[in-house]
T-cell receptor
């Protein structure tokens, strides 16, 4: 059981380049999330998905797109990277339920630098 | 949108002593969940403790306990018998029972002195 994995762990981009971050979970969770973490600001929600084929905007969606073609994968795309998108990106998943821990499980993070 | 406030950017505690981290939140909802997450230097986010708003009893997990004051919208974390391994960033988080979004505070860095 790998839990939540993120690929890649580190990446350096030049302004204007594009890239895709991959999140994969093997816990059969319905919900998946993408966050960014900046110094002094905690985690902010970018986009999330409540099931295969669905996506929704979070607090800071501008400049990002997402796709959830398979239940276990949640992709975060940057079409034209900007220095303001330099951050650590976390993916998380959880299983909805009326009982039980209802816990978010986080990936290890991706450190992205845009020059 | 809901807001979560952690007013202590950094705190220090002596090993084996007790420390309390503060968190307040703003919401108009009555049913929600509150969380404390720990983030050590490895960056991995780890759930420490969880509280359902409809439960009056404060949650406890070993050395970690919360003081949940619903009317005051306050959710503090108490760490007893602090250990060196408790040194980390601690984040308070909120989720509405009706929605799927989580809102995080800005974090408190906890230093543990030997």
């Amino acid at each position: 059981n790998a839990g939540v994995t993120q690929t890649p762990k580190f990446r350096v981009l030049k302004t204007g380049q594009s890239m895709t971050l991959l999140c994969a979970q093997d816990m059969n969770h319905e919900y998946m999330y993408w966050y960014r973490q900046d110094p002094g600001m905690g985690l902010r929600l970018i986009h999330y998905s409540v099931g295969e084929g669905t996506t929704a905007k979070g607090e800071v969606p501008d400049g990002y797109n997402v796709s959830r073609l398979k239940k276990q994968n949640f992709l975060l795309g940057l079409e034209s990277a900007a220095p303001s998108q330099t951050s650590v990106y976390f993916c998380a998943s959880r299983s909805p339920g009326t009982s039980g821990p209802d816990t978010q499980y986080f990936g290890p993070g991706t450190r992205l630098t845009v020059l | 949108a809901q807001t979560v406030t952690q007013s202590q950017p950094e705190m220090s505690v002596q090993e084996a002593e007790t420390v309390t981290l503060s968190c307040t939140y703003d919401t108009s909802e009555s049913d929600y969940y509150l969380f404390w997450y720990k983030q050590p230097p490895s960056r991995q986010m780890i759930l420490v403790i969880r509280q359902e708003a409809y439960k009056q009893q404060n949650a406890t997990e070993n050395r970690f306990s919360v003081n949940f004051q619903k009317a005051a919208k306050s959710f503090s974390l108490k760490i007893s018998d602090s250990q060196l391994g408790d040194a980390a960033m601690y984040f308070c988080a909120y989720r509405s029972a009706n929605f799927n979004k989580f809102y995080f505070g800005s974090g408190t860095k906890l230093n543990v002195k030997p």
